[in-house]
């Protein structure tokens, strides 16, 4: 079945540092992705969508791309703050099924002063 | 402003008891998810809804039941809780088509003694 992989449990940075976190994906149909941030008691926010249509999402200072010569996907950002600390969580939707959002582990991203 | 709503926000259930967790939205989507989080599985999809009336279960259904008796409203619904339930429960609200997008509520932290 579909699957992700997000292999990135932790991630420090200083402020102005360059992220990129990674996922990579599985699926047999045209794939639709996003990226998701946690913070501390709230639930899980839409940060950014990838499509085989537009191939790049650009939201808040993020930018998400995707590969699929690889089957991975990206999420970057030129230079963090500390307000960008937060879980962040690739999902893929499971099109074929249920339309349910299949989730990586999430990568818990501290950015210091 | 369209949103998903939980309740209650925590709850302190006994083992064998009954523990139902609602949900509301006024995104007037068709389809609302229940994902439960843990450590280590990040979110899996426990049931999940096509409109009112609707239940279908997700891949860890075992000990939970669904209900949904509007399009606003989604429960999740513990008959005999035990402390394996112990966990973070989110709703979600979304559609299909064009988007996928899944919206989530704040969260509601279940601990079963």
């Known amino acids: 079945g579909d699957s992700v992989t997000q292999k990135q449990g932790q991630v420090t940075l200083s402020e102005d540092d360059f992220l990129f976190i990674n996922c990579t994906y599985s699926?047999?149909?045209?794939?639709?992705l996003f990226w998701y941030v946690q913070y501390p008691g709230q639930g899980p926010q839409l940060l950014l969508k990838v499509t085989t249509a537009n191939n790049k999402g650009i939201s808040r200072g993020f930018e998400a791309t995707y590969d699929k010569g690889t089957t991975s996907f990206h999420l970057q950002k030129a230079s963090v703050q500390e307000s960008d600390s937060a879980v962040y969580f690739c999902a893929l939707v499971d099109v074929g099924n249920t339309g349910k959002l299949i989730f990586g582990l999430g990568t818990t991203l501290q950015v210091q002063p | 402003e369209a949103a998903v709503t939980q309740s209650p926000r925590n709850k302190v259930a006994v083992t064998g008891g009954k523990v139902t967790l609602s949900c509301n939205q006024t995104n007037n989507h068709n389809n609302m998810y229940w994902y439960r989080q843990d450590t280590g599985h990040g979110l899996r999809l426990i049931h999940y809804s096509y409109g009112a009336g609707s239940t279908e279960k997700g891949d860890i259904p075992d000990g939970y039941k669904a209900s949904r008796p509007s399009q606003e409203n989604f429960s999740l619904i513990l008959e005999l809780a035990t402390p394996s339930q112990t966990s973070v429960y989110f709703c979600a609200s979304g559609d299909w088509g064009s988007s996928y997008e899944q919206y989530f509520g704040p969260g509601t932290r279940l601990t079963v003694l």
């Open positions: 699926t047999t149909t045209y794939p639709t």
